[in-house]
């Protein structure tokens, strides 16, 4: 009870920071928050928020001891369909998170490649860019909301687990091919971006570089996840199980502070 709560008061001043950002953005529009790259950082804000409430309210709270003896004598230790839609979101918003990690990291590359017609070719591919995020994992989790979902006993504690009506690949081998892809995907553009940002003239680095710097760390939780679904594919640790949060709330609240911390510009907003 006491970790749960703890991570749900850390929770607080993320998500407050995350909503300051969105009424800045819907509400008056600044000019810092109203380019591609505030767009994709407020999608990605908000699939975190999605998937942080999404644990929050069907994995870690149900497994508190309080709770375990009562949902598994329950009928929701037995195949149903009540958990099919939570069971893909627990799949399907980390995938769009990633996803949207990629496109951030691309955003970025792409400053430093195109600097005259930026503006105008990412006023185009920022749509495209939310649309893909939010359709690409689809193909990789849709089989989830299908299938009989039901708690069951997992390393000392309680998991969802399904039932197979597909054939498809398991959810552990999608998730490491699709981790290890995006950890990637991030380096590589992340590296040439920082290689690239080296020839830029000082003047512009300060801002660039901070934004940079968002992005590398937001990356740094896609390379946690990647180990983690690598090691646990392999050889299945109860206690990497059990703290596999850890990499969650990392993911999920990271870029809250960061953002806040390493911009100027966004501290006077959220002011």
């Known amino acids: ?23 800045s953005y819907l509400r008056r529009k600044p000019r810092i928050l109203n380019d591609s790259f505030f767009t994709l950082y407020l999608l990605s804000a908000a699939l975190s928020m999605a998937c942080f409430f999404t644990n929050l309210i069907f ?33 399907y ?15 970025r590359l792409c400053t430093l490649l195109i600097v005259v017609d930026f503006a105008r070719m990412w006023s185009v591919l920022t749509p495209l860019c939310t649309i893909l995020v939010l359709i690409l994992p689809l193909p990789l989790c849709w089989h989830l909301l299908i299938s009989p979902v039901f708690y069951s006993d997992v390393a000392n504690g309680l998991g969802l687990t399904y039932v197979r009506v597909v054939k498809y690949p398991k959810n552990s081998l999608i998730s490491l091919v699709t981790y ?10 992340t590296v040439i971006t920082a290689a690239l940002m080296t020839t830029m003239m000082k003047r512009h680095k300060k801002s660039e570089v901070s934004l940079l710097l968002v992005g590398a760390l937001q990356s740094f939780g896609t390379l946690l996840a990647a180990a983690h679904s690598l090691y646990m594919y392999y ?19 990271c870029s809250a502070w960061t953002l806040l911390l390493l911009s100027a510009n966004v501290r006077k907003e959220v002011r």
């Open 235 to 253: 050889d299945f640790s109860a206690v990497l199980y059990q703290k596999r949060f850890i990499i969650v709330d990392y993911q999920c609240f």
């Open 180 to 189: 290890l892809s995006s950890a990637a995907i991030v380096t590589v553009t």
């Open 1 to 23: 009870i006491i970790q749960v709560l703890i991570e749900t008061l850390l929770a607080v001043p993320s998500f407050a920071i995350y909503f300051f950002l969105f009424h």
């Open 59 to 91: 994995i870690r709270i149900p497994g508190i001891g309080l709770f375990c003896d009562s949902i598994m004598q329950s009928s929701l230790s037995v195949p149903n369909r009540t958990l099919s839609i939570p069971y893909f979101l627990l799949y």
């Open 93 to 107: 918003l980390p995938y769009a998170m990633l996803f949207a990690n990629i496109m951030v990291s691309l955003n």
